[in-house]
């Protein structure tokens, strides 16, 4: 399993600013961010805490929508992670339109839960490209 580094974190928020022209550029929460490098990696009594790679890309759009690690382009940056994530792993997104756009957006404005994580798994897996 590959996972992201706070190198590649930064420089997709980073490309975000700069695609929109707009916007600072910075980490505004280190603790927060290295906390979102480690946590889907983390194991406990020999169980992975987010045991498929679709817990663990919905982690990660999920928890960098809701911690403004960044100055600006959080929400942007959270599904572009989520996405790559899944490229290093092997798997291809596609949606239509505004839907994912949408689908951010949500998962803002509900709570932080595990119920929400839960299903931002299931529409990122319905979204995957099949081979």
Do not use: C
């Not at 890309?57 to 790559?84: C, M, P, S, W």
């Not at 839960?113 to 099949?130: D, G, N, P, T, W």
């Amino acid at each position: 399993m590959e996972y992201l580094t706070e190198e590649e974190l930064t420089e997709i928020n980073r490309r975000i600013i700069r695609r929109a022209g707009e916007g600072s550029i910075g980490v505004l929460d280190v603790n927060g961010l290295n906390s979102i490098i480690e946590a889907p990696k983390q194991v406990f009594f020999g169980r992975e805490a987010y045991p498929t790679v679709w817990l663990k890309a919905a982690y990660y759009l999920q928890k960098i929508t809701k911690k403004h690690l960044f100055a600006d382009g959080n929400k942007r940056t959270a599904f572009e992670a989520a996405k790559v994530f899944l490229i290093l792993n092997g798997i291809t997104l596609h949606f239509e339109g505004i839907e994912a756009g949408q689908m951010v957006l949500d998962v803002t404005n509900s709570p932080d839960s595990e119920e929400v994580m839960l299903k931002v798994a299931e529409y990122l897996k319905k979204h995957q490209v099949k081979k």
